[in-house]
């Protein structure tokens, strides 16, 4: 009886009405793709700054002329009444790296040294203002053995400086696996008021590589939320659109990895976070938004820092309050996008107005970056798409009147900006630099892309090194100057339709790593240390 009955609704499944939507997860290929028609004016961004897979709702014409308009991205199959459902079926990737970890902005997956694997699967459910997604990950990392630096940390793979970051350079010596919930939520939505609970990752603002605030580099955290989606506000009286707005209050839990101390009391670090975006109708395709973060102890009685607040006089207070604030500019005309967003992790000294007006880049990080549609042949539907992004996250020069200091660490708060030992925010340069050119090619089964990245990923580091020390002697110079550690990449990778359901990808990477270890191991500090790394991946995904 059980199987006639599944019978009878897998046809009823597959043979209903056909929705033309999509929702789609952080950074997969489908959400870029349908990013790079927004550019182009063919479709809207469903979100201004706050992303997730849920805010992530497309919609495109059918009678539209675009690359894949003969691809299945995944659609909604309605089921009874208002009801509809999407499957994800299946969505594999495997990579294998040489000598190094490398990879980022891949959630729960930590890309050690050797064979790495991510699954995920799952399904969505839509219908009278209820969501739930279930879209459980699970991760599988060889975990090779690779030299590192000596930790600072109880656990002898923590981090090798700071003044407290949960962020081990290797996790364990033995290869592991690991799951969670991934993208599953439950939510209601009443227009675009809207309330969930889940642990849908998080993507800040308008960046594509590195996220000041949050990005998801770091595997996803048990949160609720509330909020304003994308909202047309019309001033009543007048009827005057004045643009659209977009609002998002949340709280989650952050959880401390497996390598950072045995202190069972303090597994937990209490995040709240604020996005505000404002779109003027009166200069269309701007962007403005603010964002704030905030991480305090795991105590009820912090809830009350969801909002922010200056509490630097009260010597009780223990939190660390970050923000951002930037814009986007779509020219759809030409195919352009240019964005830009500057965080700042501490007050100014003596506030406002002297001290900004004295010194405003105290604690500044910034990325900016653009992006700009190619026409290559487009009776063909070949197009091509520029992308570069420059991000700094280096400490300010004042601090080296006051003591060593990165945008992620904070003394009383001794996790970090992290979750389970992932950066939170950018992935490639949380205490340095990056810098990232790409460009791809869409045509009708799929894309081809080419990029170099170059990065410091933590020269806070060697700052360090020179507070309350003096370069006359020339030791400094000798040890530190020349000893940045910097990762060069050049890569390729394509993705392609074999048939109108099924994707296959695959990519290389070639990884130049330059003073792996700084200055540590080294008999000549004037000859550069050299890692070589070459990355490999595929990847497959099945869409019903």
Not at 205 to 227: Q, T, V
Not at 351 to 364: A, D, E, T, V, W
């Amino acid at each position: 009886m059980l199987k006639k009955y599944f019978t009878l609704f897998a046809l009823f499944y597959f043979l209903s009405p056909v929705i033309p939507s999509s929702q789609e997860a952080l950074k997969s290929f489908e959400e870029e793709y349908f990013d790079f028609l927004s550019l182009q004016g063919l479709t809207k961004r469903p979100t201004l700054n706050y992303r997730t897979l849920s805010d992530s709702a497309w919609k495109i014409n059918e009678e539209d002329n675009h690359p894949w308009q003969e691809n299945n991205l995944g659609v909604f199959h309605k089921l009874f009444g208002d009801f509809r459902a999407r499957i994800y079926c299946l969505d594999l990737f495997m990579s294998y790296n040489t000598n190094a970890p490398y990879g980022q902005n891949d959630g729960l997956l930590w890309q050690g040294r050797g064979f790495n694997a991510l699954l995920k699967s799952g399904a969505r459910f839509e219908g009278y203002g209820l969501e739930l997604t279930v879209l459980p990950h699970f991760a599988f990392s060889q975990n090779a053995y690779f030299e590192i630096m000596p930790s600072v940390y109880e656990s002898e793979y923590g981090y090798f400086w700071g003044y407290g970051v949960d962020a081990p350079q290797r996790f364990g010596d033995k290869p592991f696996f690991d799951w969670c919930f991934g993208d599953s939520e439950i939510r209601y939505s009443w227009k675009t008021l809207t309330v969930g609970f889940g642990t849908q990752a998080i993507w800040l603002g308008p960046s594509n590589i590195n996220s000041i605030l949050h990005s998801n580099n770091a595997p996803a955290y048990p949160k609720l939320d509330i909020g304003l989606r994308r909202q047309r506000v019309t001033i009543p009286w007048i009827n005057w659109y004045a643009g659209d707005v977009e609002v998002r209050f949340w709280t989650g839990r952050l959880s401390e990895s497996d390598y950072f101390d045995s202190d069972n009391s303090n597994d937990f670090t209490m995040f709240h976070g604020l996005a505000f975006s404002y779109a003027p109708s009166f200069l269309p395709g701007l962007t403005l938004f603010v964002n704030r973060t905030c991480l305090v102890p795991w105590e009820w009685k912090n809830m009350k820092y969801i909002f922010p607040t200056n509490e630097k006089e009260n010597i009780n207070a223990i939190d660390d309050q970050k923000a951002s604030f930037g814009l986007s500019w779509v020219f759809p005309q030409v195919g352009l996008e240019i964005y830009g967003e500057l965080g700042i992790d501490d007050f100014v000294p003596d506030n406002f107005p002297h001290g900004y007006i004295r010194y405003p880049l105290h604690s500044m990080t910034y990325t900016a970056g653009l992006k700009k549609i190619i026409p290559i042949t487009p009776s063909k539907n070949i197009f091509g798409e520029l992308l570069f992004e420059w991000n700094s996250m280096e400490m300010s020069q004042d601090f080296q009147f006051q003591w060593p200091y990165s945008p992620y660490f904070h003394h009383q708060l001794i996790h970090g900006y992290t979750n389970k030992g992932q950066w939170l925010g950018v992935g490639s340069g949380w205490g340095g630099n990056s810098q990232y050119l790409g460009f791809k090619l869409y045509y009708l089964k799929g894309y081809s892309s080419i990029f170099i990245h170059r990065n410091n990923p933590d020269n806070n580091f060697l700052y360090s090194k020179a507070v309350n020390d003096s370069a006359e002697d020339g030791e400094m110079n000798i040890k530190y100057f020349s000893n940045w550690k910097s990762n060069f990449s050049i890569g390729i990778d394509t993705n392609y339709f074999l048939l109108n359901a099924l994707s296959l990808g695959a990519g290389f990477a070639y990884n130049h790593i330059i003073n792996p270890y700084y200055y540590l191991y080294k008999t000549d500090f004037w000859k550069d240390d050299l890692t070589r790394n070459v990355s490999l991946y595929i990847s497959l995904k099945i869409f019903i």
